[in-house]
């Protein structure tokens, strides 16, 4: 039994159809734009100030009371629940939409803030090995206070020799008798 239909292989490509419809091109870029701005009018209050009129001019139209006019939509409203439906249909897609291209801006500057945090902490971690690098050095450095002492030490003691080896003789010329302290 021979058959000419063919079998597709499974480890062939499967060859590309042309549509004979073209499928339209669009800026997505552009829509996402777009989409953001009706989202943002959406969830502003002027949106819904304008919403409340539109739908209370819509009842009072529509009610028996007052002078005789064509009515389009009667008591039960369904014309009003259906654009309601219609445009509640249309914003949710919107509104999903500007909130997936803003998560995509929060990604890049959350990613952003955890870069710059690292660079910061690498830098303050170098700010403090080389703050205790200096403690460390000017703790073998002589301070000014401890130079002092040590001076006032030496003096003591000079004037203790010179007191000890010349009881009574006068100070040589030009050394002051009186020091500073």
């Known amino acids: 039994m021979a058959r000419n ?8 490509p499967v060859e590309t159809r042309r549509s004979l419809v073209r499928r339209p091109e669009y800026d997505a870029e552009m829509f996402g734009r777009v989409s953001e701005r009706i989202a943002r009018f959406i969830g502003t209050a002027l949106f819904l100030v304008y919403m409340t009129v539109v739908i209370i001019v819509w009842v009072v139209w529509n009610t028996p009371w007052g002078p005789d006019r064509p009515r389009f939509d009667t008591y039960p409203f369904i014309f009003l629940t259906l654009m309601l439906s219609l445009q ?3 914003s949710a897609p919107l509104i999903l939409l500007a909130q997936n291209r803003q998560e995509g801006r929060d990604r890049v500057n959350l990613e952003q803030d955890r870069e710059a945090n690292a660079r910061a902490h690498a830098d303050m971690e170098f700010l403090a090995r080389e703050v205790a690098g200096l403690r460390m050095a ?3 450095v002589a301070t000014r206070d401890f130079l002092r002492s040590e001076l006032r030490s030496l003096l003591g003691e000079l004037d203790e020799r010179a007191e000890a080896d010349g009881e009574g003789t006068d100070p040589p010329a030009g050394r002051e008798t009186s020091r500073r302290t």
């Open 138 to 140: 000017l703790g073998e």
């Open 88 to 90: 509640a249909s249309y």
């Open 5 to 12: 239909e063919r079998r597709p292989r499974l480890d062939a």
